[in-house]
């Protein structure tokens, strides 16, 4: 008979590599909570950037060398 394989190995690396990961950000994670200042969500952010695709499909025939430059100025002038 033929013996299944053993994944314990990766599947428990995974799972370190997660834990230990979570670990390492968890400090960092939550300072939305502490500071008024920093918004709970990202839905001003999510906008901004739905704007700039808006704006940006309206000028699609930029060539890719003044793609950046584009962006430089929308980032400018852009309202925030």
């Known amino acids: ?4 394989p053993v994944e314990t190995e990766r599947i428990f690396s995974g799972i370190k590599r997660a ?3 979570l670990l390492h950000v968890l400090p960092d994670l939550f300072h939305c909570l ?3 200042h920093i918004p709970t969500t990202t839905n001003g952010l999510v906008g901004y950037f739905s704007r700039l695709k808006s704006h940006y ?3 699609r025939g930029l060539s890719p060398q003044r793609r950046p430059n584009y962006f430089a100025w929308y980032f400018h002038f852009a309202p925030r």
């Open 1 to 4: 008979m033929i013996a299944a």
């Open 19 to 21: 834990r230990n990961m």
């Open 34 to 36: 502490d500071d008024p």
């Open 57 to 59: 499909r309206q000028h």
